[in-house]
């Protein structure tokens, strides 16, 4: 036996920080070298229709108003009508030639650091189910989201911040705050929500004029904290609680200053779209700044949903499609493009994961005269950075891009690869939950090598 | 007539002599270059069952000579006449079926050898043992001193053989395994059963391996895939060989990871399936006994208990080297490893607030040849600081971003050897640093919001063509973009609202 298998087996795993580090946050050892260190969840809440983003289909565009040749399920409102081509034309972008469409100009230039998932599938065809399953992998509430799985798996390097942060646009996912919870995972796994405005987090300001009183009403709190604890035996509730004080405690100096976006540069702001016309892009570009500088500042998980400007709403474009998705294109497509950009120039994309989903697709055929309604049978979402394999499609719809038919991929898929990715295996990843040693992946959950770099 | 049955008696003793000559020829020679010979392998399985009788009958002869020899007793004298002959020809036949069994090729080791051939002299002892009974019982002129010598010499032999063949069936601890403290140690033997090791904690605890898991493998494995033989080349007899890989090309186990470990699919195949281990027709173990290797494994699989001092010596390494590893990271400098088992270093400066402590930067330069990438992160590292680092072998990935005298540490960084991505960004890096970058082999490289000239940026683009180089953005084609995209947006133009 070397000196590395002792190291291995009995000093180097989540002892190592025990002796300096009591917090729960502490980093822990990836079950093997990972190639992403972070990941950025770019949530496009309501779902992106996927023959009008990252998925051509001639077949529909030369069907244009007929009534569909393919046994159509029913759908959420059963108001389904004749096929409907797509509004945008598609372009070749970059060495790869993906074709992506004119709603993503700017996606479209970063088309060789993607990776687009073209035969995803969502476990269900409501946005709260479908939208627990992919943040939960699981369609009921209460199961911890994978923001938490990767807090508790991995910890973060930053002790003064949360290792989960949702950047939050104003729109709250359907499903409410159980979609960043942390179930049955340690209450500190769960996410903390930060806005890009003033406040960015409720109660951040100390009250007391005095870093010292504040610091003696804190001290007061945790002996009584302490001694209740003691009481009630390894009562995990209550310690996650004396954690959760004092990691706020911290967080009063550095969350103002990480979210402060007034240093960066004119450039820098103008990569992100915060000069544009349009208010909801200036947000979504804070946000995606915002998100930088958390990655940079070593937060492991970091999700951003929607805005909720007035005016604004989720993809979920029943009608109306052309106005809505050219509306919410517009308010991610700069700024996320950006991201990526100034992600890349920063040396950070190769350890940054950034994915790109919505909870299910849409339908290729009309709800009404010019809306979509929900598929969860085939979609499209993309990867990029952090060990993705970029300038790849991987999977296939069928001719009309209603149902994911080759390749086809599940959220457990996702989840498993995006654990793969920053170095867990997520068959080994659990906690012991209801007699059971309970994963993200529940059962499921297959690595695709084509999509790794 | 006793002339006759003497004559006949000779006859037969010796026809079965030949026969057990025969049958050891026939078994070293043709049956062992085969695999195994069905009929062969059929009856040799019968020598467990039949080879308790000789043994029962020799202690029974052996009682009633004693007996006889005490009691002059004639009625004796026939019953181990008879005894006599039983013993001879069931021990024969047991030695028949005992060579046919050894043939199959199932065992192998020094534990057989003894076994068969000291078999072979006790069956042909017996032969030889009848003989002289015969020949007393025909008065023919052998006396009773060399018959009682041959009895006497056969129940040590007897004793011997069975032991061997005890520990062919069971393995060669069986016997002693639970035995008591006193009695193992006077036997030279440690009690397996009841090893210990002392944790890291210092609490006493069983070794799983040794107490546990080799004796199922020894059990149940090691008869094909040991010292003697190496079926599909793996062994399982030590630890180290547990996780060396065989023919196929995977290791029986790797720690932590149940479904990497080939031995464990194997383990539970159900038995009708080709790749099943143990293989059809085998023992198989139970379920539980599955469960609890499966359970070592995704449990780290930890070894056996190794040299205690050398074991101790190491400890203490590494305790010294936690101590000290733990003393930076509650300073902000997170020092962990790159991976579960790795030796490497990820270093992040994340935690580190301004200015880095001499005292200890001069610690982690201690495992300056363990750091495999190494994230400042800001922290305000001096070069006098990163000239400690020089040399340092595994580095390949080196963020710098926002680092100032940028210039001056290039020196330092091009004893990096192992560097592939060197992250520059917004640090005073300018073209006299960048010049002297040229030796390193890297893969990428970042120079965004440095004070490099655009002519310098692609003179060194245009001298290291196989390094991915990373500039600023380009705002211009940004701007390009912005201006299809509100062409694009005809239902939708922001500049309206």
């Given amino acids: ?453 | 007539m006793k002339r006759v049955y003497f004559l006949l008696s000779t006859v037969l003793l010796v026809s079965l002599a030949l026969l057990l000559a025969w049958v050891v020829v026939l078994t070293e020679g043709q049956f062992a270059a085969e695999e195994s010979v069905e009929w062969a392998q059929f009856l040799g399985r019968f020598h467990p069952v039949i080879l308790h009788l000789p043994i029962g009958l020799f202690v029974g002869l052996f009682v009633v000579e004693l007996a006889a020899l005490l009691n002059r007793n004639d009625g004796l004298r026939r019953s181990a006449h008879i005894l006599v002959w039983l013993m001879a020809l069931t021990s024969v036949l047991s030695a028949y079926l005992g060579l046919l069994l050894a043939s199959n090729g199932d065992y192998s080791g020094d534990t057989l050898w003894l076994h068969k051939w000291l078999g072979i002299l006790f069956s042909a002892g017996a032969l030889v043992l009848a003989f002289f009974k015969v020949r007393i019982v025909c008065r023919e002129g052998v006396g009773n001193g060399l018959y009682r010598f041959l009895l006497v010499g056969l129940l040590v032999v007897m004793t011997v053989v069975g032991h061997y063949g005890g520990n062919l069936t069971h393995g060669s601890g069986y016997l002693t395994a639970y035995a008591p403290d006193w009695l193992a140690a006077k036997l030279d033997k440690p009690n397996e059963a009841v090893e210990t090791v002392v944790s890291e904690d210092g609490a006493i605890e069983s070794n799983v391996y040794t107490r546990q898991i080799q004796p199922l493998l020894e059990q149940y494995c090691v008869q094909c895939h040991g010292i003697e033989k190496q079926k599909s080349k793996y062994r399982l007899d030590t630890y180290e060989y547990l996780m060396t890989p065989g023919k196929m090309g995977d290791t029986p186990i790797t720690p932590s990871m149940v479904s990497e470990s080939k031995l464990i699919e194997y383990l539970w195949l159900p038995e009708s399936d080709d790749m099943a281990m143990p293989p059809e027709g085998k023992p198989r173990m139970s379920a539980e006994q599955i469960m609890l290797i499966t359970h070592w494994v995704a449990n780290g699989a930890e070894g056996p208990p190794v040299d205690e001092a050398a074991v101790a010596a190491e400890r203490a390494a590494l305790e010294a080297e936690r101590t000290e590893l733990n003393q930076l990271i509650k300073n902000g400098i997170m020092v962990l490893p790159v991976s579960r088992g790795s030796e490497l270093f990820y270093v992040d400066f994340q935690n580190v607030k301004g200015t880095v402590a001499d005292e200890d930067f001069a610690l982690l330069a201690n495992y300056k040849d363990r750091i495999q990438e190494l994230k400042l992160a800001g922290a305000a590292v001096t070069n006098a600081q990163l000239e400690l680092l020089r040399g340092a072998s595994e580095l390949q990935t080196l963020n710098l971003s926002g680092y100032s005298s940028a210039d001056d540490a290039v020196d330092v960084i091009a004893s990096f050897s192992a560097l592939k991505n060197l992250i520059f960004y917004g640090s005073d890096l300018g073209d006299a640093g960048l010049s002297k970058l040229s030796t390193l082999n890297l893969d990428s490289l970042y120079l965004g919001a440095t004070n490099i000239t655009p002519k310098q940026f692609s003179a060194y683009q245009n001298s290291n063509g196989a390094v991915r180089v990373f500039g600023d953005v380009d705002l211009n084609a940004v701007s390009a973009i912005e201006v299809i995209d509100l062409e694009n947006t005809a239902d939708f133009n922001p500049n309206k609202k």
């Fill in chain 1, 1 to 453: 036996m070397g000196f590395g298998m002792l190291a291995a087996t009995s000093l180097f795993q989540r002892d190592l920080l025990g002796a300096s580090l009591s917090s729960p946050l502490a980093p822990q050892i990836p079950h093997f070298p990972p190639t992403a260190k972070s990941v950025i969840f770019l949530y496009m809440d309501g779902g992106v229709s996927q023959v009008d983003s990252f998925d051509p289909k001639p077949q529909l565009t030369k069907e244009n108003g007929q009534a569909p040749k393919f046994k159509v399920d029913a759908t959420v409102f059963n108001n389904n009508g004749n096929l409907l081509k797509s509004p945008w034309e598609f372009k070749n972008y970059g060495e790869s030639g993906i074709p992506i469409s004119d709603l993503f100009p700017h996606i479209g230039s970063c088309a060789d650091d993607l990776c687009v998932i073209r035969s995803m599938t969502a476990l269900s065809p409501n946005h709260p189910n479908a939208n627990y399953a992919l943040h939960c992998g699981h369609v009921l509430a209460g199961r911890p989201s994978m923001g938490s799985w990767f807090s508790y798996g991995l910890g973060t390097m930053n002790q003064n911040l949360p290792s989960y942060v949702v950047v939050n646009g104003g729109l709250m996912p359907p499903g409410g705050m159980q979609t960043f919870g942390n179930g049955f995972l340690p209450a500190n796994h769960q996410a903390s929500l930060v806005a890009p405005k003033h406040p960015v987090m409720n109660n951040i300001q100390p009250r007391e004029s005095l870093t010292e009183l504040q610091r003696k009403k804190l001290d007061y709190l945790n002996s009584i904290d302490r001694s209740l604890f003691q009481n009630f035996h390894h009562a995990d509730e209550v310690e996650t609680a004396i954690q959760n004080y004092e990691l706020a405690y911290r967080m009063q100096m550095e969350v103002p200053e990480v979210t402060d976006i007034s240093k960066e540069t004119a450039a820098t702001k103008r990569l992100y779209g915060m000069d544009s016309p349009f208010e909801q892009t200036r947000q979504y570009g804070s946000q995606c700044l915002i998100a930088r500088r958390l990655v940079e500042q070593g937060v492991r998980f970091v999700e951003l949903t929607v805005s909720g400007i007035s005016g604004a709403d989720r993809w979920d474009q029943h009608g109306n499609l052309k106005a809505g998705h050219e509306m919410n294109a517009f308010a991610v497509d700069q700024p996320i493009a950006g991201l990526i950009k100034d992600l890349k120039s920063r040396g950070l994309l190769d350890s940054t994961l950034l994915v790109f989903s919505g909870e299910f697709g849409r339908t290729p055929f009309a709800q009404g005269q010019n809306g979509r309604d929900h598929n969860p049978q085939g979609f499209s979402m993309w990867m990029a950075g952090g060990g993705i394999k970029g300038g790849t499609i991987y999977g296939a719809t069928d001719e009309y891009g209603y149902r994911a038919v080759e390749n086809k991929m599940d959220v457990h898929d996702l989840h498993a690869n995006m654990m793969h990715l920053m170095g867990i295996d997520h068959k080994q990843l659990t906690y012991r939950f209801s007699g059971r040693d309970v994963r993200l992946t529940d059962v499921h959950g297959h690595i695709i090598p084509e999509i790794l770099a």
